[in-house]
């Protein structure tokens, strides 16, 4: 599930760690799912994460787990609210809402980020939601009530659950993403700033 590996052990339970860490030795041992908050917190340069779906779940660990309901648990610390996303959509109920309507019930300071641009718009989610350095989550929304895709900018897998948003090829659960985020928020509230300080053309 996005960066983290799951395995089952004979005992009934399950080790997790960083997908890049399979096989490695070295780790530093857990043993309960309230560390995965631990865990998740910062990246490996000491950075905090405030986007958990990012890439950039740090190394060096491993999760003992004694059984399914912690592991739940400590998934939902790792990928908060994920789980919950992913049942529903199993079961057909996972309402996703487009884009635009998301911006423009924003209040305060980010009521302006409903003005961005459509040709804006397309750049600003390429940019902050590509899986290679942006977030994991496999984009369910469009970007209007029309059905726009999101991003022309974004490779098609993006929008399909079925592939692993790593790159890897391998199986995983998802990490559904059925409303952007304040992170994509934030973003399109930067970029409609920007466009207002740009100096003008000549002549205009």
């Known amino acids: 599930m996005g960066e983290v590996a799951i395995n089952r ?3 009934g339970g ?9 096989g490695r030795g070295g780790s530093e041992d857990f043993s309960i799912a309230n560390d995965a908050i631990r865990i998740a ?9 405030p986007l958990k779906t990012a890439p950039n779940l740090c190394h060096g660990w ?12 400590a998934l ?3 990928y908060p609210g994920r789980l ?3 049942s529903a959509w199993k079961r057909d109920r996972l309402k996703a809402t487009p884009l635009r309507e998301t911006l423009e019930r924003q209040s305060g300071m980010y009521r302006v980020a409903g003005k961005i641009s459509d040709e804006r718009l397309n750049v600003v989610v390429a940019e902050t939601c590509r899986s290679d350095g942006g977030c994991l989550r496999t984009i369910l929304w469009n970007r209007n009530a029309y059905g726009t895709v999101p991003s022309t900018l974004l490779p098609v897998q993006k929008y399909d659950a079925a592939v692993d948003q790593t790159g890897r090829g391998e199986n995983a659960l998802p990490l559904i993403c059925q409303e952007v985020c304040a992170v994509l928020v934030e973003a399109a509230r930067k970029a409609v700033k920007l466009e207002g300080a740009a100096p003008s053309a000549p002549g205009h």
Do not use: P
């Not at 491993?62 to 648990?73: G, K």
């Open 14 to 22: 399950f080790v997790l760690c960083h997908r890049d860490d399979l």
């Open 84 to 86: 919950a996303v992913y």
């Open 76 to 78: 939902d610390y790792f």
């Open 62 to 73: 491993r999760l003992n787990i004694v059984d399914v309901t912690e592991l739940r648990r």
């Open 9 to 11: 052990v004979s005992e």
């Open 41 to 49: 917190k910062f990246d490996d340069a000491g950075n905090y994460r």
